[in-house]
């Protein structure tokens, strides 16, 4: 055997055993380092019957919600505006609380919630607490 080349199998010291099963481990461990990046896959909202629908991929995770009109995600919180003109903010299909009035569109983008009013004028909330209005 050539002693000389760049491949670790091929070395005279290295059993072929050995090396297969130390590739086996490494494989398994960029696995399972890789394997979270999967689970958050971005998800896209829609609305329908009054529900919202949430899709990873194309395909069905959930749904959740009722009487809304409008949903905006940003992969991690959902928010919706119902048809009374208030917000609904959900985090993994879970309510986590109601805020605002008046609102015919929501927007999210990192963590902070855009909606624009029934008078034209665009709210900005975080963490469910008005920010500034414009």
Same mark, same amino acid.
């Given at each position: 055997m050539n002693t000389n080349s760049s491949f670790p199998c091929r070395k005279v010291t290295t059993s072929r055993l050995s090396c297969h099963f130390l590739a086996g481990i490494v494989s398994w461990a960029v696995f399972l380092v890789a394997l979270p990046c999967f689970a958050d896959e971005?998800? /896209? &909202? =829609?609305? +329908? *019957?009054? =529900?919202?629908?949430? =899709?990873?991929k194309g395909t069905l995770r959930r749904t959740y919600g009722s009487n809304l &009109?409008?949903?905006d995600t940003d992969g991690v919180t959902v928010a919706g505006v119902t048809k009374d003109g208030r917000i609904v903010?959900? !985090? +993994?299909? /879970?309510? =986590?609380? /109601?805020?605002?009035? *008046?609102? *015919?569109?929501?927007?999210?983008?990192?963590? !902070?919630i855009y909606a624009q009013l029934k008078n034209g004028k665009t709210a900005e909330y975080e963490n469910g607490t008005l920010k500034r209005t414009y």
């Amino acid at each position: 055997m050539n002693t000389n080349s760049s491949f670790p199998c091929r070395k005279v010291t290295t059993s072929r055993l050995s090396c297969h099963f130390l590739a086996g481990i490494v494989s398994w461990a960029v696995f399972l380092v890789a394997l979270p990046c999967f689970a958050d896959e971005p998800a /896209t &909202v =829609r609305i +329908n *019957n009054g =529900r919202i629908e949430e =899709r990873v991929k194309g395909t069905l995770r959930r749904t959740y919600g009722s009487n809304l &009109v409008d949903a905006d995600t940003d992969g991690v919180t959902v928010a919706g505006v119902t048809k009374d003109g208030r917000i609904v903010e959900y !985090k +993994n299909g /879970t309510l =986590r609380r /109601t805020f605002g009035s *008046n609102v *015919n569109r929501v927007q999210v983008q990192n963590g !902070k919630i855009y909606a624009q009013l029934k008078n034209g004028k665009t709210a900005e909330y975080e963490n469910g607490t008005l920010k500034r209005t414009y």
